[in-house]
């Protein structure tokens, strides 16, 4: 990974590991989550991923089959 980018998951920021991996635990609300990734370069220029999670309480599954 380039050392000068910084990487945020929905406004915070997140250290990435040498081998490029990174980690950061989200809390889900029930029903549609929203998760924005942006990756940072020193100059300024960004790159951001947006990816939509549903989450559903286990009670809501059983009540749904």
């Known amino acids: 990974p380039d050392p000068e980018t910084r990487l945020e998951i929905n406004g915070q920021q997140v250290s990435i590991m040498a081998d490029g991996r990174f980690e950061k635990e989200i809390v889900l609300s029930s029903g ?14 960004e790159r951001r991923e947006i990816r939509h999670v549903i989450h559903r309480q286990i009670d809501d599954l059983a009540r749904s089959s």
């Open 32 to 45: 549609v989550n929203t998760i924005l990734v942006t990756a940072i370069k020193k100059h300024g220029k």
